[in-house]
């Protein structure tokens, strides 16, 4: 699993010897909340979407001190600091003011005013991608997927909330409001998605690969743990439906870029 800001230095932020991005290498207490965002760039509806990754770049080069853990989009999750999914430490991103210490922040990659108007295919795709990583971090840090008001966040209470409801004096995302409804982001359903994730039982895509490698025409799959797992054709159709991206590689450039060691 790569990092996007740990793997793209930022020349214009300040090195505190730990790397150059805008965040901290350890988080000073366990995340209990998570916090919604909408980047508030536009969404790239043309195909590729590269929402994600251009807010990623923005970060990359940016000397405004601001970060997200993840950012997503509808055909990709691009995780910028590690949350302490396999095994990291779960690094301090700079998403909330004065509230990022025991907060994991997640972003679409799209303006809250959008919600209504985006085309509802990549709408559902994004909230999917978010939903597994939001579910992910459930998991990890044993937060229940519920709406945390403000009130309840400082005392502590656990759960999910939204950058307009922790920041309502300067900030309305993700939903261009700061109250869980009336609010253009998708709350209910967004919380559903998580629960559904969480609950197991008939979620197939809590198990969904990050990359598909074609070795030598053998698929394998990158799963969350770092591990490499061949695939059976099915698997492998029901991902690359899913929208799993794919590389392909031979296995002496495998071996160079990897090593086998970790192929199960
Ligand atoms: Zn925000």
């Known amino acids: 699993m790569t990092y996007y800001l740990l793997d793209h230095p930022n020349p214009n932020c300040i090195d505190r010897g730990d790397g150059r991005y805008h965040g901290y290498m350890v988080m000073q207490a366990q995340p209990v909340l998570i916090t919604v965002h909408t980047t508030e760039s536009f969404a790239d509806l043309i195909a590729p979407d590269t929402g994600a990754e251009a807010v990623a770049n923005y970060f990359a080069t940016t000397s405004t001190p601001a970060s997200y853990h993840t950012i997503v989009d509808s055909d990709s999750t691009v995780r910028c600091l590690p949350a302490g999914l396999d095994g990291t430490i779960c690094h301090t991103a ?26 509802q295919a990549w709408a559902t795709k994004a909230l999917n991608r978010a939903a597994d990583e939001v579910a992910l971090w459930c998991r990890r840090w044993d937060i229940p997927a519920r709406l945390v008001g ?10 999910i909330s939204g950058h307009g409801i922790l920041q309502p004096e300067d900030r309305t995302d ?21 629960l559904e994730r969480l609950d197991g039982g008939e979620d197939k895509d809590k198990d969904m690969p990050a990359l598909l490698c074609n070795i030598d025409g ?8 770092g591990i490499w797992r061949m695939l ?21 450039e495998w071996a160079t870029l990897r090593g086998w060691g970790r192929v199960a």
């Not at 403000?150 to 759960?159: F, I, L, N």
């Not at 993700?174 to 998580?194: N, Q």
């Open 150 to 159: 403000v009130g309840e966040a400082d005392a502590g209470m656990a759960g």
């Open 94 to 119: 700079f998403h909330c003011w004065n509230r990022n210490t025991a907060n994991l922040g997640i972003s679409f990659a799209m303006r809250a005013t959008e919600w209504p108007t985006v085309d």
């Open 218 to 225: 053998s698929i394998y799959g990158c799963f969350a743990d």
């Open 232 to 252: 059976g054709g099915a698997e492998f159709t029901h991902w690359s439906a899913k929208g799993v991206d794919q590389v392909a590689y031979t296995k002496d």
């Open 174 to 194: 993700p939903g261009a409001a700061t109250v869980f409804a009336p609010s253009l982001f998708p709350w209910d359903r967004f919380i559903g998605m998580v």
